[in-house]
């Protein structure tokens, strides 16, 4: 049981390349969520899904883009990077979204450069 | 302006000593109050949660709520240097789970 694995684990972009951050959860966990970690500005989710074919901005959602087309995968995508965008990236995963233990990747470093 | 608050510390304590960690948030439809511990490097993981107001206690860990005053309290007894770590305090209304800065705490041995 690999719990919610995150792909890549690190990465380094030049200004305006795109890419893509993969979150796999094998938990059948309805609602995922993308966070950004920054110093002194603990979490903030990005985007976050209630279930397959959903998703919903969180608290600094432009620049990015989300899909879940399946329930186990969260994509988040960055069109065009900005060292803005420089930060560690969390995803997490649970089961109903109200009281459930919320379960996270061991994130992604990404330096935009 | 985040809805939930917290001083990012860091704060330092002998081992032994109590470690008080406080958050405050503004949103009145909160109901779910978490705090997760992420070591250096790590995801955050789950410690405690308490749904609406009143204390929790798991070993060394007290978790209280005041729904009136909107502040969230962990209470770390007899700390040891493996409580070392951030600690973030979490709120979720209806799927959306919002984090504070987090607390950097060091306990020295």
């Known amino acids: 049981n690999a719990g919610v694995t995150q792909t890549p684990k690190f990465r380094v972009l030049k200004t305006g390349q795109s890419m893509t951050l993969l979150c796999a959860q094998d938990?059948?966990?309805?609602?995922m969520y993308w966070y950004r970690q920054d110093p002194g500005m603990g979490l903030r989710l990005i985007h976050y899904s209630v279930g397959e074919g959903t998703t919903a901005k969180g608290e600094v959602p432009d620049g990015y883009n989300v899909s879940r087309l399946k329930k186990q995968n969260f994509l988040l995508g960055l069109e065009s990077a900005a060292p803005s965008q420089t930060s560690v990236y969390f995803c997490?995963?649970?089961?109903?979204?109200?009281?459930?233990?919320?379960?996270f990747g061991q994130g992604t470093r990404l330096t935009v450069v | 302006q985040k809805e939930v608050e917290q001083d990012p510390g860091p704060l330092s304590v002998p081992e032994g000593a109590i470690v008080s960690l406080n958050c405050t948030y503004s949103n009145s439809a909160f109901q779910y109050f978490m705090w997760y511990r992420q070591y250096s490097r790590k995801g955050p993981e789950l410690l405690m949660y308490t749904y609406s107001s009143g204390n929790k206690e798991d070993g060394r860990f007290t978790a209280q709520v005041d729904k009136s005053s909107k502040y969230i309290s962990l209470f770390i007894r007899d700390s040891q240097p493996s409580d070392s770590a951030t600690y973030l305090c979490?709120?979720?209304?209806?799927?959306?789970?919002?984090f504070g800065a987090g607390t950097q705490v060091v306990v020295t041995p």
């Open positions: 997490a995963s649970n089961l109903q979204g109200l009281n459930t233990e919320a379960f």
């Open positions: 938990m059948n966990h309805e609602y």
């Open positions: 979490a709120s979720d209304s209806w799927g959306k789970l919002q």
